[in-house]
């Protein structure tokens, strides 16, 4: 194989009769005026030849998929021609939202992947959510030994208040039942049972009562008593059930055959492509809009801290005004606040008292107003930063002057991320799209080869 590309008599568009040799595994640039045919060359005349040449190898079926150049390349020959891709220029709109990863396209392969491959976690309680069937939780029961007693339950009633016991019971028996349970605590509809109406219960149905030994068969084939309680216990349990293992520490395990975590019953919002794009208003993360950054006022930025309050330690201009100050010796009285020793001496209570809280304590405050008038103002003392965004991000005029004291953070809700926490609970070999997005090349190749699929991934 020769070390060069070599073209002769290039004669696309307006190239003159060009012979060129390229060398190859090295990063060439072909430079010249505007206008002075580079991507003639480049594009429609090197990649416009391989690209036919590969054409010529697919099915006429094949090439209807690809998108191709109809225009002939005109060269008499180009030489040691290896496979070539193009990847296109793109005016990219200065859009603040758009990254390497956006503009590649390479998002949306990623994007693709995401939503027919995944795991997903539960937001609100980490727990992996995952749709159950008879399947899934007879192969749970099997792992057990194979003397342990176990109870199909299903829910009934969940987190219900103002529990009429009675009412239930009625209920419980015209489905044809007699035993439920509350608190893991058995009961048939004959026993008395007390209540506090302030608790929240889980109410179950009883529906069965098995031995594994008896009643699961590693090949599945005498499985029908426990494939039909199973059956009814999700029906009557609005598709979500619970198992209690009899063991000697017994244990229960929550089911659902829809998706749901069976955990803390939070419902996940369905998938579609746009739940991973920035695009999509619905799925951007809800603070920061796909910024990843959130403009705050940080303690360090707005306190010159060898100052005194009485100085003016806090830097940002409304601090200087007199009816502050007032204010703050109002404060200085209730909460023993030190108005005269620097900044840096403050104990970490007067620190907080100034930045993060709020009172709501109404100060009296004196105030010289410009007409030279006393006047009595009753307010509550705001704390620093709290002001500062409220003036920072609601008044157009005066924004200008809190600019310098403002600092870029992560966004605290997405860290960084930009996606909504629902998108990005869903995981891929334990990384969400966000963090696929960032590992180097190699690291992705490496990822992408240890994808292992379950049977179902694969369809
Ligand atoms: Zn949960
Ligand atoms: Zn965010």
Not at 110 to 137: A, M, P
Request: glycine share 2%; hydrophobic share 40%; with cysteine.
């Amino acid at each position: 194989m020769s070390k060069y590309l070599e073209v002769y008599w290039a004669n696309t568009h307006n190239l003159k009769n060009i012979n060129v040799k390229i060398p190859k595994n090295k990063m060439v640039i072909i430079t010249g005026l505007s206008g002075s045919w580079k991507s003639s060359l480049a594009f429609n005349t090197i990649y416009n030849v391989w690209q036919q040449k590969y054409l010529e190898s697919l099915s006429s079926y094949a090439r209807m998929f690809i998108w191709w150049m109809k225009e002939e390349a005109k060269v008499d020959e180009i030489v040691w021609l290896s496979p070539t891709i193009s990847i296109d220029q793109k005016t990219t709109n200065r859009n603040p939202r758009s990254t390497v990863w956006t503009i590649t396209e390479i998002l949306d392969y990623y994007k693709l992947l995401y939503l027919n491959i995944w795991k997903r976690k539960c937001i609100k309680c980490n727990n992996l959510i995952k749709k159950d069937s008879l399947s899934t939780v007879i192969d749970d029961l099997i792992k057990q030994d194979i003397w342990i007693k176990f109870i199909i339950k299903a829910l009934f009633y969940k987190n219900k208040t103002e529990v009429n016991i009675e009412k239930i019971k009625k209920e419980i028996l015209d489905l044809g039942f007699i035993r439920f349970s509350i608190w893991n605590n058995i009961y048939t509809v004959n026993d008395e049972i007390i209540l506090d109406k302030e608790k929240r219960y889980n109410i179950y149905i009883i529906i069965d009562r098995l031995i594994i030994w008896d009643y699961i068969k590693k090949d599945n084939s005498d499985n029908k008593r426990l494939k039909d309680s199973l059956e009814l216990a999700f029906k009557i349990g609005n598709w979500q059930i619970q198992i209690e293992i009899l063991s000697k520490k017994s244990k229960q395990k929550n089911y659902s055959n829809v998706f749901i975590c069976s955990d803390c019953w939070h419902i996940p919002e369905e998938l579609t492509i746009s739940s991973f794009s920035f695009n999509s208003h619905a799925w951007a993360c809800p603070v920061c809009h796909w910024l990843w950054e959130k403009m705050v006022f940080l303690e360090e930025n707005i306190v010159k801290e060898n100052l005194t309050i009485e100085e003016w330690a806090i830097l940002p201009p409304w601090f200087w005004w007199s009816y502050f100050f007032n204010l703050i010796k109002e404060v200085k009285k209730k909460h023993k606040l030190r108005i005269n020793i620097p900044y840096k001496d403050l104990s970490k209570r007067e620190r907080n008292l100034l930045m993060n809280w709020t009172w709501n304590i109404i100060y009296r405050v004196k105030f010289l107003s410009e007409k030279w008038t006393s006047n009595i103002y009753n307010s509550k003392f705001e704390w620093v930063i709290n002001t500062l965004s409220r003036r920072f991000f609601t008044s157009g005029k005066e924004k200008t002057h809190y600019d310098k004291y403002v600092t870029n953070i992560d966004c605290p809700d997405c860290g960084g991320m930009r996606l909504k926490k629902e998108s990005l609970s869903i995981y891929l070999n334990k990384l969400n799209i966000w963090e696929l997005s960032k590992i180097s090349v190699v690291k992705s190749k490496d990822f992408f080869n240890k994808i292992q699929l379950s049977n179902n991934q694969k369809k």
